[in-house]
């Protein structure tokens, strides 16, 4: 167990639809790291959260959103969904932004029909 | 060009035999982190082992342990006495501070252990 929970585990919606996935951080990490999984694309960040503020970019669609709440679980929202954004989304939290080791939750299995 | 390297699309190992699965990075910056994750079927990334650039030291954790070559640009990982419970897929992965310390990751290796 990585210490960081991520709900749901999996979700099955329809296309133009919006979801929430959430992240709680393992106790004392103060950063946040949302990455996509798909077949195709392989392992995408998609953007970092540091202490409530939003610290990366990486290639995350304007149709998806981000943010981290005072007491540092993160959402990751994401609407007009299409099939193409069915894939695996995983958190990550360590304890500051920097490159020390960081503990990724179970994910979260997303599936567009 | 490619932050991460991962030569290595399926590796084949015999139970209790060791194997090392393949990583080379880019990175400008003299301070990063080099991490190595295990991907089993279910899907979840399980943390195996990390090596700080300035740490002098090969990391170790069990039966893994991460060759660190840093002239050659290489982080190779060295699993001992593989077990059935080894296969699954392995990303090799950098974090640098020149790029917000995002994770970048290779394509993975995918470790099949044959009983």
């Known amino acids: 167990d990585s210490g960081v929970t991520q709900t749901p585990k999996h979700l099955i919606t329809a296309t133009g639809q919006r979801v929430t996935l959430r992240c709680s951080p393992r106790?004392?990490?103060?950063?946040v790291y949302w990455y996509q999984q798909s077949l195709d694309q392989g392992l995408q960040f998609l953007i970092q959260?540091?202490?409530?503020?939003?610290?990366a970019k990486g290639n995350i669609l304007e149709r998806f959103s981000a943010q981290q709440f005072p007491d540092l679980h993160s959402e990751l929202n994401l609407s007009s969904l299409e099939l193409g954004d069915s894939a695996l989304y995983f958190c990550?939290?360590?304890?500051?932004?920097?490159?020390?080791?960081?503990?990724f939750g179970q994910g979260t299995r997303l599936t567009v029909v | 060009a490619q932050k991460i390297t991962q030569t290595q699309p399926g590796m084949f190992v015999q139970e209790k035999e060791a194997v090392t699965l393949d990583c080379t990075y880019d990175?400008?910056?003299?301070?990063?982190?080099l991490f190595w994750y295990k991907q089993p079927s279910s899907g979840e990334m399980i943390f195996l082992i990390y090596?700080?650039?300035?740490?002098?030291q090969n990391a170790t954790e069990g039966r893994y342990s991460l060759n660190f070559q840093k002239a050659r640009k290489s982080a190779n990982l060295v699993i001992s006495a593989s077990q059935l419970g080894d296969s699954a897929m392995y990303f090799c992965?950098?974090?640098?501070?020149?790029?917000?310390?995002?994770?970048?990751f290779g394509t993975g290796t995918s470790l099949t252990v044959i009983p």
């Open positions: 090596q700080g650039s300035y740490d002098e």
């Open positions: 959260y540091y202490n409530g503020e939003e610290r």
């Open positions: 106790s004392g990490d103060l950063s």
């Open positions: 990550a939290s360590s304890v500051s932004g920097g490159f020390s080791e960081a503990f």
């Open positions: 990175t400008s910056d003299q301070s990063y982190g």
């Open positions: 992965a950098m974090r640098e501070p020149s790029t917000g310390n995002q994770f970048y």
